[in-house]
């Protein structure tokens, strides 16, 4: 099964509003990444946060670990029409032999 | 620099056929990983090689199979194709490979549909 898992599934919001997805993991990480995808294309990385971190920032998104809970937040703020896209969150499970595995994906759509 | 590309972008096979994929990676990158992504499963993840090495495999039947050249160009093959494989492939290229947790690069992907 899947490390991670992702909700909502979808996000629909205003331009201008801050869109937060959340992400929960089973094992133990050292870090957690966040991937967005455009439709049917492939993956751009966005932020890599330790386990070692609680909270990393870059431009307008904002990312929280809470290893206890084995969770994980992306918060977008002033989302723009151009923040339309899934997002993913990945972990490497060392337990099947250091794998990638994502979460099932948030899909945002950002209304202008 | 060029990014990771994959080719074909698109490809239409029936059952039973077979099918290769390419990706050339990122100029200097070693390790390639793949992925299969589909509505049902998600993004799951295939294999990786690093240095003409297959480093970890996912859980998949064995008629998923790649190779790496020396050059870090690496391609993947799926014999007799079933009408479940059909999917959006994508592979990513990294310096190091999956397991030191670096960031990964990805293709635009290769849109396999099995008829």
């Known amino acids: 099964s899947q490390q991670g898992e992702e909700d909502p599934q979808a996000l629909s919001i205003q331009e201008g509003e801050n869109a937060t997805m959340n992400c929960s993991y089973k094992?133990?990480?050292?870090?957690l990444q966040w991937y967005r995808q455009n439709s049917g294309r492939g993956l751009v990385h966005l932020i890599l946060?330790?386990?070692?971190?609680r909270e990393k920032h870059s431009g307008r998104l904002r990312v929280t670990l809470d290893t206890s809970k084995k969770s994980s937040s992306l918060l977008i703020t002033a989302s723009r029409a151009a923040d339309t896209a899934s997002y993913f969150c990945?972990?490497?499970?060392?337990?099947?032999?250091?794998?990638?595995?994502f979460g099932g994906g948030t899909r945002l759509m950002v209304k202008p | 620099k060029a990014g990771v590309t994959q080719t074909p972008r698109y490809l239409i096979k029936t059952r039973g056929q077979q099918v290769t994929l390419s990706c050339s990676p990122i100029?200097?990158?070693?390790?390639v990983s793949w992925y299969q992504q589909t509505p049902g499963q998600g993004l799951q993840f295939l294999f990786e090689?690093?240095?003409?090495?297959?480093?970890n495999k996912g859980n998949f039947p064995g008629r998923f199979s790649g190779r790496q050249f020396s050059n870090s160009r690496s391609e993947m093959n799926v014999s007799t194709l079933e009408l479940g494989d059909s999917a959006l492939y994508l592979c990513?290229?990294?310096?190091?490979?999956?397991?030191?947790?670096?960031?990964?690069?990805f293709g635009s992907g290769t849109q396999l549909s099995v008829l």
């Open positions: 990513a290229s990294s310096l190091l490979g999956v397991a030191t947790n670096e960031k990964l690069f």
């Open positions: 094992t133990s990480i050292n870090n």
């Open positions: 946060i330790r386990s070692n971190e």
């Open positions: 990945a972990t490497v499970w060392g337990g099947a032999g250091n794998m990638l595995t």
């Open positions: 100029s200097g990158h070693r390790s």
């Open positions: 090689y690093f240095s003409e090495t297959q480093r």
